[in-house]
């Protein structure tokens, strides 16, 4: 993506990194940077940090990094060219024309295009005798026209190609429709066929309010009875969710997480605008993480039978991983909230609004399911119910909240505060004791390379590796040696070929007269860049001297000299005892 130098300089100047992500999280300061909790996965203790000399990011929780664009990519779900035109667009500027490679941002645009006209025929044919099946079903769950409206439902009828032909007819060609998961390509040809049939149909709309995707149920026996639209350059089933762009502009900031398209629109009409629904798939961290942005709480409403119980004990720890407030809203008679509104007619909304009142914390809610598993009357069924509950207890973060129910417990089944707190903490240190093992190993790992499957070389060559990283780090932060390393450290000299393909991009930049980091968005992927950042954050702490450097730029020299096995293997024997030779 060549964009020109002095256009992206100007872009980041007026682009303050610091300003920009205080738009998404709370930031503070600490010493010359700032730090939060990171947006990208869920964590209690801050470990997203803010470079404010360079206009960078790091977290040193999840691996993260990257620039004001990759943090606009990474927030946004775009692409490189989309998060500039952003950027541009927020800070006033212009985009330089036909400088650069825009064909990714064209599928895109594409895409959205054809989705957005696949809804409007939807829409329309759900209005048409064509579509009476699907009317008929909408009305049949008690769904205004306005409600119909208001989410733009719509219906795909029985014919093979009937979007597909109308697609084209508007001028998309068979590959967009098939990008944008629309169409499917036919096994014996070039042609293609709609992918979604006798359904009707409901629009996934992101928080741009472009529809990005369609979730389509059957009006037959036909499995599966819900269909998605599977990911595409716009649409990821696993970061969005159903009715977000309603959601966060209801006022509040509780979302209700429901099971269903239904249950969500069936909700919003009786006045709950800030209903969502994951995409027929299990609630995963990068939708709970993307709730956490517009809401502090989350009910869970659920169905009350086996899968949604389980779904609820499936949401919960990684709901409260994001830092987010938990309750859970239990529809009596095994009801899903769409049945349940419709059953109390007029007074549906009040009744449901007063589920949610009444609706306790996840606790609470495993407390209960623990009690009616157990038989209380007796001793053994009361002393495993309380060995499960002080597991539910010791989990909790908060000493204050973990207070309230040893409290409550042992006042409920008259035992000794003391003996319950002892059962607590004991198994808090257990955790603690394992959480600390994990940690040193996460260390232990980072430190040696295993497993690392970006720089699979770190662990071979640990002493040359770490040297010709902290050489970049240098080279980056100090580009006025750039000479000065040239004259003493070659690309040949790296035995890790990663650190050897920042150096020669870092060095051929400086040498250019540009910023070392101005283009690596561009130029580098995701774990790519990401690595560049960790190098530099790693590095920030330590005294960047000259002494360093040329303890960086010896180790350099010794380790090239170093034979491996391989070069042993093809040697003869005077070759070899030369080498052995010259190492005395």
């Given at each position: 993506?060549?964009?020109?130098?002095?256009?992206?300089?100007?872009?980041?100047l007026r682009n303050d990194i610091t300003e920009l992500v205080s738009s998404y999280i709370t930031l503070k300061r600490r010493g010359r940077n700032m730090v939060g909790l990171c947006p990208f996965h869920g964590e209690k203790t801050p470990s997203f940090n803010i470079y404010t000399e360079n206009g960078s990011f790091y977290c040193f929780g999840c691996g993260v990094g990257g620039d004001v664009i990759t943090f606009v990519m990474k927030m946004e779900n775009l692409d490189y060219v989309d998060a500039v035109k952003l950027l541009a667009q927020r800070a006033g500027m212009n985009m330089p024309e036909d400088s650069y490679d825009d064909s990714m941002s064209r599928i895109r645009t594409r895409v959205y295009e054809a989705n957005r006209e696949a809804a409007r025929y939807y829409y329309k044919t759900l209005y048409s005798p064509d579509g009476k099946s699907g009317l008929d079903y909408f009305h049949g769950r008690m769904l205004s026209d306005r409600t119909i409206r208001h989410f733009g439902l719509g219906f795909a009828d029985d014919d093979w190609s009937?979007?597909?032909?109308?697609?084209?007819?508007?001028?998309?060609?068979?590959?967009?429709?098939?990008?944008?998961?629309?169409?499917?390509?036919?096994?014996?040809?070039?042609?293609?066929?709609?992918?979604?049939?006798?359904?009707?149909?409901?629009?996934?709309?992101?928080?741009?309010?472009?529809?990005?995707?369609?979730?389509?149920?059957?009006?037959?026996?036909?499995?599966?009875?819900?269909?998605?639209?599977?990911?595409?350059?716009?649409?990821?089933?696993?970061?969005?969710?159903?009715?977000?762009?309603?959601?966060?502009?209801?006022?509040?900031?509780?979302?209700?997480?429901?099971?269903?398209?239904?249950?969500?629109?069936?909700?919003?009409?009786?006045?709950?605008?800030?209903?969502?629904?994951?995409?027929?798939?299990?609630?995963?961290?990068?939708?709970?993480?993307?709730?956490?942005?517009?809401?502090?709480?989350?009910?869970?409403?659920?169905?009350?039978?086996?899968?949604?119980?389980?779904?609820?004990?499936?949401?919960?720890?990684?709901?409260?991983?994001?830092?987010?407030?938990?309750?859970?809203?239990?529809?009596?008679?095994?009801?899903?909230?769409?049945?349940?509104?419709?059953?109390?007619?007029?007074?549906?909304?009040?009744?449901?609004?007063?589920?949610?009142?009444?609706?306790?914390?996840?606790?609470?809610?495993?407390?209960?399911?623990?009690?009616?598993?157990?038989?209380?009357?007796?001793?053994?069924?009361?002393?495993?119910?309380?060995?499960?509950?002080?597991?539910?207890?010791?989990?909790?973060?908060?000493?204050?909240?973990?207070?309230?129910?040893?409290?409550?417990?042992?006042?409920?089944?008259?035992?000794?505060?003391?003996?319950?707190?002892?059962?607590?903490?004991?198994?808090?240190?257990?955790?603690?004791?394992?959480?600390?093992?994990?940690?040193?190993?996460?260390?232990?790992?980072?430190?040696?390379?295993?497993?690392?499957?970006?720089?699979?070389?770190?662990?071979?060559?640990?002493?040359?590796?770490?040297?010709?990283?902290?050489?970049?780090?240098?080279?980056?932060?100090?580009?006025?040696?750039?000479?000065?390393?040239?004259?003493?450290?070659?690309?040949?000299?790296?035995?890790?070929?990663?650190?050897?393909?920042?150096?020669?991009?870092?060095?051929?930049?400086?040498?250019?007269?540009?910023?070392?980091?101005?283009?690596?968005?561009?130029?580098?992927?995701?774990?790519?860049?990401?690595?560049?950042?960790?190098?530099?954050?790693?590095?920030?702490?330590?005294?960047?001297?000259?002494?360093?450097?040329?303890?960086?730029?010896?180790?350099?020299?010794?380790?090239?000299?170093?034979?491996?096995?391989?070069?042993?293997?093809?040697?003869?024997?005077?070759?070899?005892?030369?080498?052995?030779?010259?190492?005395?």
């Amino acid at each position: 993506m060549a964009f020109p130098e002095s256009f992206l300089q100007e872009l980041k100047l007026r682009n303050d990194i610091t300003e920009l992500v205080s738009s998404y999280i709370t930031l503070k300061r600490r010493g010359r940077n700032m730090v939060g909790l990171c947006p990208f996965h869920g964590e209690k203790t801050p470990s997203f940090n803010i470079y404010t000399e360079n206009g960078s990011f790091y977290c040193f929780g999840c691996g993260v990094g990257g620039d004001v664009i990759t943090f606009v990519m990474k927030m946004e779900n775009l692409d490189y060219v989309d998060a500039v035109k952003l950027l541009a667009q927020r800070a006033g500027m212009n985009m330089p024309e036909d400088s650069y490679d825009d064909s990714m941002s064209r599928i895109r645009t594409r895409v959205y295009e054809a989705n957005r006209e696949a809804a409007r025929y939807y829409y329309k044919t759900l209005y048409s005798p064509d579509g009476k099946s699907g009317l008929d079903y909408f009305h049949g769950r008690m769904l205004s026209d306005r409600t119909i409206r208001h989410f733009g439902l719509g219906f795909a009828d029985d014919d093979w190609s009937s979007l597909c032909d109308y697609l084209i007819g508007k001028g998309f060609t068979k590959n967009e429709l098939t990008a944008a998961n629309l169409a499917v390509k036919q096994r014996s040809g070039s042609g293609v066929y709609d992918r979604f049939r006798n359904r009707v149909m409901f629009p996934i709309i992101d928080l741009r309010g472009n529809v990005v995707a369609f979730g389509g149920r059957i009006m037959t026996d036909e499995k599966p009875k819900y269909l998605n639209t599977s990911d595409t350059p716009v649409f990821k089933k696993s970061e969005n969710l159903f009715s977000l762009n309603n959601a966060k502009n209801s006022g509040s900031r509780t979302l209700i997480l429901c099971e269903g398209y239904m249950d969500v629109i069936a909700v919003n009409q009786a006045g709950f605008q800030n209903a969502v629904a994951t995409l027929g798939t299990a609630l995963t961290k990068e939708q709970a993480m993307l709730m956490k942005r517009y809401a502090d709480e989350v009910v869970i409403c659920y169905d009350s039978d086996e899968a949604g119980q389980k779904a609820t004990a499936r949401a919960i720890p990684i709901l409260r991983s994001a830092g987010l407030l938990i309750r859970i809203l239990t529809v009596p008679s095994g009801k899903d909230p769409d049945e349940f509104i419709k059953s109390k007619g007029a007074d549906g909304a009040a009744a449901f609004k007063n589920l949610i009142d009444k609706s306790g914390n996840d606790v609470e809610y495993r407390l209960e399911k623990l009690k009616s598993s157990y038989n209380l009357n007796s001793s053994d069924g009361k002393v495993q119910f309380l060995e499960e509950a002080a597991r539910v207890v010791a989990e909790i973060y908060s000493p204050i909240e973990r207070e309230v129910y040893i409290s409550k417990l042992c006042k409920e089944f008259e035992i000794s505060k003391d003996s319950f707190q002892r059962q607590v903490d004991s198994i808090t240190r257990r955790k603690n004791r394992e959480d600390k093992r994990k940690e040193i190993r996460k260390i232990r790992n980072d430190l040696s390379g295993r497993g690392d499957k970006l720089d699979t070389e770190h662990a071979k060559k640990p002493r040359s590796s770490s040297a010709e990283e902290a050489l970049i780090a240098y080279l980056i932060n100090n580009p006025d040696s750039v000479e000065y390393i040239s004259e003493r450290v070659d690309p040949g000299m790296f035995r890790n070929e990663l650190m050897k393909r920042y150096f020669t991009y870092f060095s051929d930049r400086i040498a250019q007269e540009l910023d070392p980091l101005n283009n690596l968005t561009a130029d580098f992927s995701e774990d790519e860049r990401s690595r560049v950042y960790k190098i530099l954050s790693k590095h920030s702490a330590i005294a960047q001297t000259r002494s360093a450097l040329d303890e960086y730029i010896k180790i350099i020299n010794e380790e090239s000299k170093r034979l491996s096995k391989k070069d042993l293997s093809n040697m003869t024997a005077e070759e070899i005892q030369k080498y052995l030779n010259s190492k005395k």
